[in-house]
Nanobody, 119 residues
């Protein structure tokens, strides 16, 4: 199972970006899809997750501004980021966990995509 993330870039404060992350390979089911970020000089932190059939969770810092969604037909997770602030600047990583066609558990990270919020 591989993940391919895209959508990062440079945006002005108050602007918007949409990140995408597509999972490919022999996937039987997906349990969790999520986004994390690592600001410069800091540790990786949770941004948002979708736990299949259970819940959607957001970090307090992004509630009301970011929206996570998924397309089950494409095994793709999205992160719509609005009202971006300079403190949102980070490398964003997608994470997907589930089971492959051999019923083996997998947990994969995307390659990271840089989001820079600056005027």
């Amino acid at each position: 199972v591989q993940l391919q993330a895209s959508g990062g870039g440079l945006v002005q404060p108050g602007g918007s970006l949409r990140l995408s992350c597509a999972a490919s390979g022999s996937i039987s089911s997906i349990a969790v899809m999520g986004w994390y970020r690592q600001p410069p000089g800091k540790q990786r932190e949770l941004v948002a997750t979708i736990i299949t059939g259970v819940s959607i969770n957001y970090a307090d810092a992004v509630k009301g501004r970011f929206t996570i969604s998924r397309d089950n037909t494409k095994n793709t997770v999205y992160l719509q980021m609005n009202s971006l602030k300079p403190e949102d600047t980070a490398v964003y990583y997608c994470n997907v966990a589930g089971y492959d066609s051999g019923r083996r558990y997998f947990n994969r990270w995307g390659q990271g995509t840089l989001v820079t919020v600056s005027s």
